[in-house]
């Protein structure tokens, strides 16, 4: 038998973000494993923002970040930082246009509660509660995020079709 790598993406696919992992896509994702083929996460979410009920699942390996963050056998292979000063900037210039940053990484997602809260973004505290501690402020850390991954918010009123 052909031997294959499978790619999962998470958000819709195997997972949802209020119900979790079915228990079904887990049995066949270990039976596919059981068969001698490769299963991989292929995501947009930072590894910092991954559920941790992936674990269990013993995946081969997974690219996260959209492409920046790579693993494979539990060891990481590719992991493309941002550095601190380009970071910062990029945290100024988002706020300065009215966009509220949330900078992510392998370890933490860094972002102010104080903007990014469930009247931004309607999952907000669903993600803080699901970090578990794998988020820091911004505030106080502007010169030692270790990121890879850039997401924004824009606030309410912010770039309607109406703006000009």
Not at 48 to 70: F, H, I, R
Not at 126 to 134: H, K, N, P, S, V
Request: net charge negative; charged share 30%; hydrophobic share 35%.
């Amino acid at each position: 038998m052909n031997k294959a790598a499978v790619f999962f993406d998470l958000d819709g696919t195997i997972c949802d973000i209020k119900r979790g992992m079915p228990d079904d896509t887990k049995e066949a994702i270990h039976r596919l494993r059981a068969n001698g083929h490769k299963a991989f996460l292929c995501t947009g979410r930072s590894r910092a923002y991954l559920p941790k009920e992936l674990s269990a699942l013993n995946l081969d390996g997974m690219v996260a970040a959209c492409g920046a963050y790579m693993e494979y056998q539990g060891h990481c292979i590719y992991n493309e930082r941002m550095s601190a000063p380009v970071a910062k900037k990029t945290v100024e210039i988002l706020r300065a246009n009215g966009l509220v940053p949330v900078m992510e990484g392998w370890d933490y997602l860094y972002y102010d509660k104080e903007e990014y809260h469930s009247g931004i973004d309607w999952y907000a505290d669903l993600i803080t509660e699901q970090l578990d501690g794998r988020w820091r402020p911004i505030r106080n850390n502007e010169n030692m995020m270790d990121i890879n991954k850039v997401s924004a918010k824009r606030t309410a009123g912010r770039f309607d079709a109406t703006d000009s």
